[in-house]
């Protein structure tokens, strides 16, 4: 199993912008990825939130992925750095996936301003499976901050021949150490990009019949519709009509965010 290394900030709407390159990568690759996760710190102040909320707008208007920005006109986070530490602790019980993804959607478009504690353990009561005491515990520990800066470091540390003058990797980055070496999809959130350096490094996909819609729904659970198209390589309005058609046969639910829809099993 080759392992996979996402550079990424649970508040950086790029990366929020290449879930569905990272769905797809997990359902295309299977078992010959292992998917590492590698919180690089995306803003220790947000010194600019109406900056921060345009680049959430324009990663919206890219991708497709639902955003709802006022959360930076009404409550902006000052920090990311919390919600990084979190996935952390989440990482402690083996969910950092699913914390991540979660604190994904707050940002997104719940609106949730995911910089201190208390929201983040709120958070943590909607992931399924995750102790929240001791994620609480966890949260504040010395060995989460440990953890953090090991992150930090590794963003830090990629070869200036990728980063240029930057201080760290762009986010989102995917860094695949496979047969046939290292490969790196740098600072791109398309999911052709992210394949391709599977690929070159010579990950081999697992062969299996791409799902359907409602396959993926049930695996993933609630994704916006550019993650199903990716995860079942349906092209144009493909997607959007079979989730509609799905949603008419009450087989999913669907909820309309501030722009685009979100999906999950009824």
């Not at 569905?20 to 010194?47: C, I, K, S, Y």
């Not at 989440?90 to 201190?116: C, K, N, V």
Request: overall charge negative; hydrophobic content about 45%.
């Amino acid at each position: 199993m080759a392992p996979a290394y996402v550079y990424t900030d649970p508040a950086c709407p790029w990366s929020w912008a290449a879930e569905p390159a990272l769905r797809a990568l997990e359902t295309h690759f299977g078992d010959g990825l292992e998917v590492r996760f590698v919180m690089g710190g995306l803003a220790r102040e947000f010194a600019r939130p109406l900056e921060t909320m345009r680049h959430w707008i324009d990663a919206s208007a890219a991708s497709g992925m639902p955003v709802d920005p006022r959360l930076w006109l009404d409550a902006a986070p000052r920090s990311s750095y919390p919600s990084c530490l979190a996935v952390k602790a989440a990482a402690e019980q083996g969910l950092d996936g699913a914390f991540l993804r979660r604190a994904r959607e707050g940002f997104a478009y719940e609106r949730r301003s995911l910089d201190s504690a208390e929201p983040l353990v709120e958070l943590a009561r909607t992931v399924p499976g995750l102790d929240v005491e001791r994620f609480r515990v966890d949260l504040s520990s010395h060995a989460i901050l440990e953890a953090f800066g090991a992150d930090l470091d590794r963003a830090r540390s990629v070869a200036p021949d990728l980063r240029g003058a930057d201080p760290r990797v762009s986010f989102p980055s995917l860094q695949v150490l496979g047969p046939a070496g290292e490969r790196w999809a740098y600072d791109t959130w398309a999911p052709e990009a992210w394949r391709a350096a599977a690929l070159d490094a010579g990950v081999a996909p697992d062969g299996a019949r791409r799902p359907d819609a409602l396959a993926a729904l049930r695996r993933f659970g609630r994704m916006a519709t550019p993650e199903v198209a990716a995860v079942c390589e349906l092209p144009g309005p493909t997607a959007p009509a079979e989730l509609w058609r799905l949603a008419a046969a009450w087989q999913v639910r669907v909820e309309r965010r501030a722009s685009g829809e979100t999906w999950e099993p009824a």
